[in-house]
Each structure stands twice: as structure tokens, then as C-alpha cells.
């Protein structure tokens, strides 16, 4: 996985941030969770050993947020991280070595011609065929 370019990065930080923010926005509406969403920074960073981008809610004040339907609540101090999505990017030839480590054979392959996007059809070693597919 190559480092994101700068400029994409800046476009991304947006829309993850706003995405970080209805996590838990939504939290509040499903689940009554009362988290003062404004009290919550977007942190995003690129993890060159694993070559994915992690986010990160940090929590600016000391919160308490209850999971209603579970009867859980959960305190969070100020300046703790929550982790919240992982992004990664796979090339494709590498990723076929890696799911061979897990058991998994691509058994179909479906790409754009410069192999930016692509949707694999697995197969895990010992397993059958799903009839119809591929």
C-alpha cells in the first residue's frame, strides 16, 4: 500500500470527521447514549507498519456514555482515544500471498483495469465451490 497522496488526504480528513461525529450522533438517537458530540475530536493517523489509516475519537472532557438497551455505561476520561475505523488499501497480487496465510484462495476476481478497486470471490481451502458463483 502506497501512503495516501496530500491532497486526498485533505478531502478524507472532511468526510471522516463528519463521519466520526454521526457515530456518535447516532449513538445518542438509537441508544440514548448522551455524548456531547461537540466535546469530540477527529484524530486520523497513517500506521505505516500495519499501512492503514486509523481514526480516532479523542474525547476532550470526561464523559459518561450509557447504552441504554444494554444497561451499560461506559466512562471515557478526557484525552482518551476511541478507536473507530480503520481504512487500508490492499494490492491486490499481495493480498492473494495474504489470505493464502488464512486459508482462502481467490477463486474470482472482479477489477477495474487499473486494479484501484476490485471485489474477490473466496474460496477457504477444503471448502466447496458455491454453485452458480464465478
Not at 500495519?50 to 441504554?68: G, P
Request: charged fraction near 30%.
Amino acid at each position: 500500500m502506497r501512503k495516501p497522496r496530500k491532497a486526498s488526504r485533505y478531502w478524507w480528513r472532511g468526510v471522516t470527521a463528519q463521519f466520526t461525529k454521526n457515530l456518535f450522533v447516532r449513538m445518542n438517537r438509537e441508544l440514548g447514549a448522551g455524548v456531547d458530540v461537540d466535546a469530540i475530536e477527529h484524530v486520523a493517523r497513517y500506521d505505516a507498519d500495519w499501512q492503514r489509516i486509523e481514526i480516532f475519537a479523542r474525547f476532550l472532557v470526561d464523559q459518561t456514555i450509557c447504552i441504554r438497551p444494554l444497561g451499560l455505561t461506559v466512562s471515557i476520561g478526557a484525552g482518551e482515544m476511541v478507536m473507530t475505523e480503520i481504512s487500508r488499501k490492499f494490492v491486490l497480487r499481495d493480498l492473494r500471498t495474504h489470505l493464502a496465510t488464512f486459508g482462502f484462495s481467490v477463486d474470482a476476481e472482479y477489477t477495474d483495469e487499473r486494479e484501484w478497486f476490485g471485489v474477490l470471490l473466496l474460496r477457504r481451502e477444503g471448502g466447496e465451490r458455491v454453485p452458480g458463483a464465478g
